[in-house]
């Protein structure tokens, strides 16, 4: 038996949640800890409240409590070159350098790196003032789609269906600073039809392996209407995607994409999630990079899992994913996100959760805490996406029943969901 390991998991969201709950069923597990953590996390880890961006004090943290290896969740920390500061310390690190954190901190470097390695994606064009914008957008037509190339917490993205929404959408960010520093900069680029795929690819910056197909549903409402959100629900695997189409995707885009990190000698150990439109005759095209697990594709995927994911984060840390033994998913799962009242315009005013320990009870059902606090013994709703519900099952279909039947055991002030999650598969359509 390998030796175990102290883990940090750093974040405090459902993803974190998610992964936290896989590194606890490892056994090469030792002590587990988490910051800055959550109440569901911190059934299973010790929280810590530090910084997330404050790579000496993280590192600091971890020499205190003889880490061995921390896996970063969030995209903020890795931006912020945490990486690399617990690198310097001697930790190994899930998740890339500050370097490689550019593919999403940047959407200008993200999209000038596909195009200097021939990598699938819209045609775009880099805007910083409103004349290069108004010029940009002539050669579009509706819907446009204008983007902020900075961190903008998933509020950076518009879809718009006239040419004077798109304008005033660049005019916000690059006029009224609707998004600070991170709107300076805009990618402007045409619209992809079809059928959006999310694809986790595992890679230590040589060697790559795929973990489970995934879909979130990134609409507020049933049908997929309303604002954007971060994510409302996801299921994995998707069953519409064929083996054949699979292949086209390695071949013209992970493989590029991974030979591309080498190539431009960027420390890439962790995930490069990558988020794929594929075209009505089956076209892949790269709609975006991240850096990291995918929220709320985790909250399924990892459940999934059929491995040690410590082991596999310390062999990825190490560089050595070749060596791990990759076993391919059995069963399926579905979840629903649980949001506050005011999401996702609006904070909403702190509620008591009712249920919890009734929808984990359901057979093959997690319940994720994402926007949670303990206050007086009671678990607090405190806004945004507040809860996520996972289920397995031997089919999609029993893990979609397990999982509503949980959220209708849960209750809090101004609760709302989605009932459709997966209607892509249950409707029977076609790419």
């Not at 997330?52 to 912020?80: K, S, W, Y």
């Not at 949670?372 to 999609?396: F, N, P, Y």
Request: with cysteine; aromatic share 6%.
């Amino acid at each position: 038996m390998d030796k175990k390991l102290n883990v940090l998991v750093i974040g405090g969201g459902g993803r974190e949640h998610a992964l936290v709950s896989a590194c606890a069923r490892s056994p090469r597990c030792g002590k587990l800890y988490a910051v800055p953590g959550n109440p569901g996390i911190a059934q299973e880890a010790e929280c810590h409240a530090l910084s997330v961006t404050d790579g000496a004090a993280l590192a600091a943290f971890c020499q205190d409590r003889q880490i061995d290896l921390a896996i970063v969740g969030p995209e903020g920390p890795l931006a912020a070159g945490v990486a690399d500061a617990l690198r310097a310390r001697g930790v190994a690190v899930f998740g890339p350098s500050g370097a490689g954190a550019q593919l999403e901190a940047s959407k200008e470097f993200s999209k000038n790196f596909m195009a200097r390695h021939r990598i699938p994606t819209a045609d775009f064009y880099v805007c910083r003032t409103m004349d290069e914008a108004e010029e940009a957008l002539s050669h579009f037509s509706s819907p446009y789609i204008v983007k902020a190339s900075g961190l903008a917490a998933g509020k950076g993205v518009f879809v718009e269906p006239t040419l004077d929404g798109a304008r005033e959408a660049a005019r916000q960010m690059l006029v009224s600073k609707k998004l600070g520093a991170a709107g300076e900069t805009l990618v402007i680029e045409e619209a992809l039809p079809g059928r959006e795929l999310s694809l986790m690819v595992v890679t230590d910056g040589t060697t790559y392996r795929l973990l489970s197909t995934s879909q979130d549903h990134k609409r507020l409402l049933d049908g997929d209407r309303g604002p954007n959100t971060g994510g409302m629900g996801a299921y994995a695997p998707a069953p519409w995607v064929t083996g054949e189409l699979m292949d086209r995707v390695r071949r013209e885009i992970i493989e590029p994409s991974v030979a591309a990190l080498g190539k431009e000698k960027l420390d890439y150990r962790g995930v490069l999630y990558v988020g794929l439109m594929i075209a009505p005759d089956g076209t892949p095209k790269v709609l975006e990079y991240n850096v990291r697990l995918g929220d709320p594709e985790t909250e399924v995927l990892l459940p999934l899992f059929e491995g040690d994911w410590v082991d596999l984060c310390w062999r990825v840390a190490q560089g050595e994913l070749a060596s791990f033994p990759w076993r391919k998913e059995k069963k399926n799962a579905l979840c629903v996100i649980l949001a506050s009242a005011g999401y996702p315009a609006a904070a909403s005013a702190a509620a008591e959760i009712h249920g919890l320990d009734a929808a984990g009870a359901v057979a093959g059902v997690t319940v994720f805490h994402a926007g949670t606090s303990a206050q007086d013994g009671k678990i607090m709703a405190t806004g945004g996406r507040v809860l996520c519900v996972t289920a397995t099952g031997e089919t999609l279909q029993q893990a979609r029943e397990r999982a509503y039947e949980a959220v209708g055991k849960i209750r809090f002030q101004g609760m709302q969901y989605r009932n459709d999650i997966g209607h892509q598969v249950f409707e029977k359509k076609s790419v």
